[in-house]
């Protein structure tokens, strides 16, 4: 009988936190066992009492307090942490998703087919309540964006239902501790080209009166993780479009720098000094946004090929320049088209020599375990190696 872990991560749900782990623990049959663990993020209400008291009551539930509030992927960290069942499943302490849409979500992982089942509100099943029209505007933008991203075609890539193997979750390094989680987690999987499946769930929304938290600083935090965690693996055409926004930045920066300079310095000296000040904006702007760093053990060799990388893309732009003169061309269409020439061979040599990406695997492995444990080896920002979260207190 496999034993489905759910995580109930809770924020001043006193009002809702009892009804809903009934609604969690009527799920539980001869098929079905439950482990269920609520995380308490610091509510300053009823919450942890009522979930001691509740835990009291049933043996196979565990209460977790965070001493200060960390937001909900904090308290999702910590669940995963102690999950010990076969699979795990995130079941918000509000009324929005109903437990019983999780019996049917593990059936491709029961069966073997599937590392991932994602519970989509934006299928056709069940009842829906209709609510705020922007919120869904908003969460099918976000999954449209993640999905130019990850190349993945999900339909609600924020969706609270996600059930996983144990193995596949307790072994991805999560970082964000608040509303972030989602567009991490689903980037982290998609790296690691896991069998995803969705499916229709119901859904029963509430308004801002009823307790709803997320609000829109948090889809800004979305989209920020979006590009954060997907922009190093994302398409070329992503990363180039990305790296024209980073350069254009750049060289305005340059220019700016250099009308600043030479107020005090000759040109002569002011051009190379803002160059330089661009170029290393443009290092610390690549190693934030677009590309993935090395190796620690190979930094220098990184910083290296990247002089190597600019001198040869002033070389480029120089002679390019000069050819073109000589061959009658307009100095500033020369100029322009240098620049471009350049700006290709400036991507090219970030792309493929300053960072270079691995290939994704396989979507379809055959022993799914073994490749699991491979891609974890060598992607050093999804593979789990510290704590994620400060030690909550048991109850």
Not at 131 to 144: E, K, Q
Not at 256 to 283: D, R, S
Not at 303 to 326: E, K, N, P, S, W
Request: glycine content about 8%; some cysteine; proline content about 5%.
């Amino acid at each position: 009988m496999p034993t489905l872990s759910i995580i109930v991560p809770a924020y001043n749900e006193q009002r809702t936190l009892a009804r809903c782990i009934d609604r969690v623990l009527a799920i539980a049959d001869g098929d079905l066992k439950l482990e269920i663990i609520i995380v308490d993020d610091a509510s300053t209400d009823s919450t942890h009492r009522i979930a001691t008291q509740i835990a009291a009551a049933h043996p196979g539930i565990r209460v977790f307090r965070h001493e200060i509030n960390q937001g909900k992927g904090a308290a999702l960290h910590t669940g995963f942490r102690e999950a010990t069942g076969d699979f795990v499943a995130v079941q918000d302490a509000d009324l929005e998703y109903d437990p019983r849409d999780l019996k049917r979500l593990i059936g491709p992982l029961v069966d073997g087919r599937a590392d991932v089942v994602l519970g989509s509100r934006f299928l056709s099943s069940g009842d829906h309540r209709v609510l705020y029209f922007w919120h869904s505007v908003g969460n099918r933008f976000l999954t449209f964006l993640s999905n130019m991203f990850t190349d993945l075609n999900l339909t609600d890539m924020e969706t609270c239902y996600k059930v996983f193997r144990r193995e596949v979750l307790q072994n991805i390094e999560l970082t964000e501790t608040r509303f972030g989680f989602e567009p991490e987690i689903v980037s982290k999987i998609a790296r690691l080209r896991l069998r995803i499946y969705e499916m229709g769930i119901s859904y029963a929304g509430r308004t801002y009166e009823e307790g709803k938290h997320i609000g829109a600083k948090d889809g800004f935090r979305a989209l920020y993780c979006i590009v954060r965690f997907n922009m190093p693996h994302a398409p070329l055409p992503i990363q180039f479009a990305g790296y024209l926004l980073v350069g254009g930045l750049c060289a305005i920066v340059n220019v700016m720098l250099f009308g600043a300079l030479i107020t005090a310095i000759p040109p002569a000296v002011a051009a190379p000094v803002a160059f330089a000040a661009a170029a290393v904006l443009n290092y610390l702007l690549c190693i934030l946004i677009l590309f993935r760093r090395r190796e620690r053990s190979a930094r220098w060799i990184e910083i290296g090929t990247y002089v190597a990388v600019v001198v040869g893309a002033g070389a480029v732009d120089l002679v390019a320049t000069l050819g073109l003169m000589r061959a009658d061309v307009i100095p500033w269409v020369a100029k322009s088209v240098a620049s471009i020439i350049a700006l290709g061979f400036n991507f090219v040599g970030r792309r493929l020599v300053v960072f270079p990406a691995r290939r994704p695997g396989p979507w379809a492995p055959a022993d799914p375990r073994y490749r699991l444990t491979s891609e974890l080896q060598g992607d050093e920002d999804v593979r789990s190696s510290q704590p994620l979260a400060s030690r909550p207190t048991a109850s």
